[in-house]
Structure formats: structure tokens, C-alpha cells
């Protein structure tokens, strides 16, 4: 019923920003939570960031004051603004949505970010 399509992602030097976009298409109304997760090879899958239909975010320690998460109703789109990027933000990202109208989370396809001088 939903269908979440992530990009943005690419090779940024350390100190960089980058900006990840989910567009989310489908039952867009039923979802109640959007989140980004990154995971690194060899590394556990870890939430980076979450917003909610009422708008409260929350971040993980290791990307505070440095990620934001926002989003844009009319373009069913969440973004992930990322700064002062590091070598260990390295990973792929992935867009995460929660529907009241499913069990299961919906995925996107992912987008691998690059931190690398």
C-alpha cells in the first residue's frame, strides 16, 4: 500500500553535508511514523532519526546536532539533512515508514552515502 523511494545519496568529504530525500507514494495518510536507518557492513542496523504525523523527532546520540529531519506534506517527501558529516556516518541509509493500516514497517530500496576524502 505504500511504496517509499529514498536518494540523495552519494560521496561527500568529511566536514561535507548531503541531503537524503524519501518520497513515499501510496496510502500516504495511514502513516504515523518516518524513519531513517543506516547500516554499515559488518555494523548492526541502527535508527538514525524519526519524525512523527505530529511532527516530534527524535535522534540517535552519535548524529545529534548534526542531522535534522524534516519533512514536506505536499511532496510526501521526508529528508534527512545531514552536516558536518564523518568517515563512520558512512553506510546505507534506508527510509523507514510505519501505516496504521499494516503490520509490517514499509522499506525503501535504500541509498548508500559515502564519507571519504
Known amino acids: 500500500q505504500v511504496r517509499l523511494v529514498e536518494s540523495g545519496g552519494g560521496l561527500v568529504q568529511p566536514g561535507g553535508s548531503l541531503r537524503l530525500s524519501c518520497a513515499a507514494f501510496?496510502?500516504?495518510?495511514?502513516?504515523?511514523?518516518v524513519g531513517w536507518f543506516r547500516q554499515a557492513p559488518g555494523k548492526q542496523r541502527e535508527l538514525v532519526a524519526t519524525?512523527?504525523?505530529?511532527?516530534?523527532?527524535n535522534y540517535a546520540d552519535s548524529v545529534k546536532g548534526r542531522f535534522t529531519i524534516s519533512r514536506d506534506n505536499a511532496k510526501n517527501t521526508v529528508y534527512l539533512q545531514m552536516n558536518s558529516l564523518k568517515p563512520e556516518d558512512t553506510a546505507a541509509y534506508y527510509c523507514?515508514?510505519?501505516?496504521?493500516?499494516?503490520?509490517?514497517?514499509?522499506w525503501g530500496q535504500g541509498t548508500l552515502v559515502t564519507i571519504s576524502s
Open positions: 523507514n515508514a510505519k501505516s496504521t493500516l499494516a503490520t509490517a514497517d514499509f
Open positions: 501510496g496510502n500516504i495518510a495511514s502513516l504515523y511514523a
Open positions: 519524525i512523527t504525523s505530529a511532527g516530534r523527532t
